[in-house]
Structures are given as structure tokens and as C-alpha cells.
């Protein structure tokens, strides 16, 4: 049998409890009221038209060779173009009595020769920060029977509401021909139908099926139980090897909350040689110039290490039915390769306490960021996920309310993986978002929002002990954050900091085929980096429990169920190419 570590904590009660009540929860949220604060850059207000953003830096001249930043993209029978300059037609206030309203463009310069597929809306909250794609055919494609695209046949009204300060506004959805699709909605001021040369849609061998997501604007109707609803969309499939293409348009209806769309689509490369990717050279002026500073918490005492410093200083590998560890040389190449992670091997600290104790504190000095470098939304944009390794993951910190508490053993495990991803656009080299992963999962956020410390290099805070990633300093609650129940992750600045522009490793990035990037041994390694902690007995979240008055004891209780599952038991983690996101996309919350 596999061994494992085992803490003897007490017997764990929070089963068979009664059945918390929502007057048990607002007396709890009255009690135990906090706020999980944050850093925020954006005011609290913007005109009805926000001004454009920019990155802090120009953008530097990006190494040449193939299509990458090139202003224009292939998708097989298509050429697409970014737009990014816009016209307002119409706006709205948010129907939750806030000052935020919502703004409705048309883009503008159109070349000649390329054609609209849709609209684009955002809040006015934040600076104008979007783009659409316009599209035209390409001589690629061999005589067609039918053109790649088409004019609509007419539209349907989706909805029409009228603005105090900025009129009437109505939505159109574009009526396909036979054998295409829609690609976004229209928005006029006048409740004549727009004219069909305003917008094409494409063939439906050319597209891919797409989903709603951010919900921008909710609007009730005063004469019907109709509710008016707008989304930002993305392609259904997303990952490496998906090929959906995100337009930049919007949706909007009066009668689904379905997350896939049937009357729009998202475009779809068959571009089989993704050459808007960036080449190797690309990659490293990529990373040079927009790869963040890691800041660790003040009293972080689990710091990070290079992979080799971890096995050079004594890690070991385990196999299932041997007590005894074998070593590990610097370059994992007697790790086993391949498989899946069956239990059948795992990693653990050194033996000898003393060896033991310095590998848990890593080493900053030699540590260094792996970076995985992969086509994301059809190749139109390159995600660099920048993977961080410590040694070691602290114990938790547990938040009731105005009652914090450091746990002594619960969330500890061997082996921390954590990473971020740039999110970059392969029209221009720009940097687009940057997604934080935090333990289970995780939230992108967009450049306007991020805080940089030099040029266009952004910040990372890393969370005490946990190492969980986030844009800002502060305390953030996972968990019921609306009732300050849940795993503190507490990030901050110090002098421990991690370079990712200058220490850093390229270890894989499949699109570049052989002759690419040389992926080192230890990555091939899938089983888990940390043998399997389990806690039994009394726990430290009764104790917890025990701390708080007793009329709230038994409601309370049944709110640890909102706890991460790695409070109560954690087995070490696998590494980066195990993870979901290697060849998916993010997953946020």
C-alpha cells in the first residue's frame, strides 16, 4: 500500500449538523461582517463616453519573421482585421440604480475592402478597452460554390428601449442566408430596419459554435415580464488545439439565460499553421518585455526554488510497496515519464529532519519561472503561463467573521505548483489580460486593472503560505467572502521577489513543431510531486468552532462546507503538463 502522512488532529465533527437557515445567515453575515479588501485602479465613475486605454510603455519593435504582429490574421478563407476605434450609437444606465451605464459602438475605419460582422458594448466604468474583427475573402480558397461571405437576407428586432439622455436605442439580429451565420448584433437609434450591406455573415463551415459569458446589462421591461439581457461572448471549445476565433461582438435576447448560442457564431481558423504565433525570438522579446515581478508576502517563509535546486538538495521519489526513497538527479531524467498519475510514484522531502526543514524554506535565489507558451483562441492571441515551484506549501489561515486563525498543520503539502498567464494579442503584441490562479481556480484581469511596476511589467502578489496568485495586495477570502467566512490568502509586498522577465525558462511550446523547444525530463513526470497528507481525529477548525459563541456555534458549522477541500486532506500536487490549463483553458471561478 502507498504510504502515507498522517496528522493527528482529533475527531472531525461536522457532519449530521441541522440544516443552516437563511435568518441563520444574515445573522451570521450581521456578526461576522468584513470586507475582503483589495487595490483598485479604476475610479469610481467615467463620462458616458471613456476615453481610450493604452499600456504605460509604447510597445517595443518585435523581432521579424512569420505573421505574428503583423496587424493582420489568416484564418484559411478569411483575412481578419482588429478594430479599435470606435462610434458611440447608443447608451445605457444599469437598471441596479448604479452610476455605470453601458455603451454601444459601430467600429470605424473600415478598410474598403473588409466588412463589419457586428457591434461592440462595454460599461462606461473603465476606460475603452476592445476591439471587433472585420473580415474579408481571401484568394486562397479555391473556387467556392458559395462565398465565404454574404449579406443578410433582412433582421429581426430584439429589442427596442428608450435612454432620457441618449434617445432610442433598437437590436438587431442579422437574418442569415441558407448555409451561414450571424456573427453579432446591430444597434441603431431609429427604429428603421438597417440596411443589409451594414454587416456580412459568414459560411457555416467557417465558424464555431460560441457560449455567453460576462453578463454586462440586465434591463427589465415596464409592460411585459420580458427581461433584456446583453453578454459578451467567447467560442464554446477553447484550448490548445481548438480553433474557435472570438469577434469582440456581443449578444443580447429577451428569453435565454442558456450559456450556448444558436443565433450567432464565433469564427474558426483553418489556418492548420497558427503562422500568427510568435517564432522563439518573438517569445523571448515577449517575455523580456512584459514578464511580471513576483512579490512575496513580508513573513513568506516557504520560498520558492528551481526545480534542480529541489533535487540536488535531496528530494526524493517513492514507489508504491518501497519504504525507501531513491534520489532524484538535477534533471529528473530517472523520474518516471508518461502514464497517468495512478499512485503508483510520488515525491517527498528529504529523510533527515534537519535536510528536511532547509529543502521546506526553498531557495529564492536559484528559483526561476517555467513558462509554456500556447495558442489561445484560435491562435489569435498567445497565452505564456509562467509556472512557479516552492518546495513547499504552508498551513492555512481560517477567517470567521472578526476571528482569524493560523492552522498548524491543515493545508500543508509537499511540491507547490502555482501559476499566472499572459494573455497577449497576436494582431499587434499587446498585452491583453493576465490570469491569476488561485489554488482551485483562479480570475483573468484585464491590463487596464493590473498594477505595474516598470514599463509595461505587471505585479504578482503571492499569498502567504499558499502561494495563490493575485493582481493586488491585501487579504482575499475564498469562501463565503459576502459573510468574511473562509481560507485567508493574505499578499503583500517585501523584498523577496521573482523576476519572471529575466529568470525564466521556455520548456514547452507545441506549436513549434520539431526543432522547437526541448522539453526537460522532470516535466514528463505525471504523478505527484508530494506524498498524500490526510487528517484525521479532532480538527483545528473545531477548535475554531469552539472559539465562537454558542448561538451561532450550529450555524456556523455547516458554513465549512464553503472551506477549499484542501483544508481537510491534500495529496501533493501533480506538475504543470497533469494540470487542466496545460492544454485547456483557465479555469476561473
Request: glycine content about 10%; overall charge negative; hydrophobic content about 35%.
Amino acid at each position: 500500500m502507498r504510504r502515507q502522512k498522517t496528522f493527528d488532529c482529533g475527531k472531525l465533527t461536522l457532519k449530521n449538523k441541522p440544516s443552516l437557515s437563511f435568518s441563520s445567515l444574515v445573522m451570521v453575515s450581521e456578526m461576522f461582517s468584513c470586507d475582503c479588501f483589495g487595490w483598485n485602479s479604476v475610479p469610481e465613475s467615467y463620462p458616458s463616453e471613456p476615453e481610450p486605454f493604452s499600456l504605460p510603455a509604447p510597445l517595443p519593435q518585435w523581432p521579424q519573421g512569420g505573421g505574428f504582429a503583423g496587424g493582420r490574421i489568416s484564418l484559411g478563407s478569411l483575412e481578419v482585421l482588429k478594430i479599435r476605434k470606435f462610434e458611440k450609437v447608443w447608451s445605457s444606465k444599469s437598471s441596479h440604480g448604479k452610476s455605470q451605464g453601458f455603451v454601444f459602438y459601430k467600429p470605424l475605419e473600415i478598410p474598403d475592402d473588409f466588412f463589419c460582422l457586428g457591434h461592440y458594448c462595454q460599461s462606461n466604468d473603465q476606460p475603452l478597452r476592445g476591439h471587433v474583427l472585420v473580415a474579408r475573402e481571401t484568394s486562397s480558397e479555391p473556387e467556392a460554390e458559395s462565398p465565404a461571405l454574404k449579406k443578410p437576407i433582412n433582421y429581426s428586432l430584439i429589442w427596442s428601449a428608450d435612454s432620457p439622455h441618449d434617445g432610442s436605442g433598437y437590436f438587431w439580429l442579422p437574418n442569415p442566408p441558407l448555409g451561414y451565420k450571424a456573427m453579432g448584433i446591430m444597434v441603431t437609434t431609429k427604429p428603421d430596419e438597417p440596411e443589409v450591406d451594414k454587416v456580412r455573415c459568414v459560411r457555416a463551415d467557417l465558424t464555431e459554435t460560441c457560449e455567453t459569458c460576462d453578463l454586462l446589462l440586465s434591463m427589465n421591461s415596464k409592460f411585459s415580464k420580458k427581461s433584456f439581457k446583453v453578454w459578451n461572448t467567447r467560442p464554446c471549445e477553447r484550448g490548445i488545439w481548438s480553433r474557435g476565433v472570438s469577434i469582440g461582438t456581443f449578444f443580447c435576447s429577451t428569453y435565454s439565460d442558456n450559456k450556448q448560442v444558436k443565433e450567432i457564431a464565433c469564427l474558426k481558423n483553418l489556418d492548420s499553421t497558427l503562422h500568427a504565433m510568435p517564432n522563439i525570438d518573438q517569445i523571448h522579446a515577449l517575455i523580456n518585455h512584459y514578464g511580471p515581478t513576483v512579490y512575496f508576502h513580508p513573513d513568506e517563509i516557504y520560498l520558492p526554488s528551481s526545480v534542480q535546486w529541489f533535487f540536488k538538495n535531496g528530494a526524493l521519489v517513492y514507489s508504491r510497496g518501497s519504504e525507501k526513497g531513491k534520489e532524484i538527479d538535477s534533471e529528473g531524467s530517472n523520474l518516471p515519464s508518461g502514464g497517468t498519475n495512478d499512485g503508483a510514484f510520488w515525491i517527498d522531502l528529504p529523510s533527515e529532519s534537519d535536510a528536511r526543514n532547509n529543502v521546506k524554506k526553498g531557495d529564492i535565489e536559484s528559483a526561476e519561472v517555467y513558462v509554456h507558451v500556447k495558442p489561445a483562441l484560435g491562435g489569435t492571441f498567445t497565452d505564456i503561463a509562467m509556472w512557479v515551484f516552492c518546495p513547499f506549501n504552508g498551513p492555512g489561515i481560517l477567517q470567521v467573521g472578526l476571528v482569524k486563525i493560523e492552522m498548524k498543520k491543515i493545508g500543508e503539502h509537499v511540491g507547490d505548483w502555482e501559476h499566472f498567464t499572459l494573455r497577449v494579442s497576436n494582431f499587434t503584441g499587446e498585452l491583453w489580460c493576465v490570469f491569476f490562479s488561485q489554488h482551485s481556480g483562479g480570475e483573468w484581469v484585464n491590463a487596464l486593472n493590473l498594477e505595474f511596476i516598470e514599463g509595461n511589467k505587471a505585479v504578482v502578489y503571492s499569498s502567504r503560505h499558499g502561494h495563490a496568485s493575485f493582481p493586488h495586495p491585501g487579504s482575499y477570502l475564498q469562501g463565503a467572502s459576502k459573510l468574511g467566512i473562509g481560507a485567508r490568502n493574505e499578499a503583500g509586498r517585501s523584498k523577496l521577489t521573482l523576476d519572471s522577465s529575466r529568470r525564466y525558462k521556455v520548456v514547452a511550446a507545441e506549436y513549434l513543431g520539431e526543432g522547437g523547444i526541448a522539453e526537460p525530463s522532470w516535466l514528463q513526470y505525471m504523478r505527484e510531486w508530494g506524498p498524500a497528507i490526510v487528517y484525521e481525529s479532532r480538527s483545528e477548525i473545531d477548535k475554531l468552532i469552539d472559539m465562537l459563541p454558542v448561538y451561532v456555534r450550529l450555524s456556523v458549522v455547516n458554513l465549512f462546507e464553503l472551506f477549499p477541500t484542501e483544508l481537510y486532506g491534500e495529496e501533493g500536487p501533480i506538475g504543470p503538463k497533469g494540470k487542466a490549463n496545460w492544454e485547456g483553458d483557465e479555469k476561473c471561478y
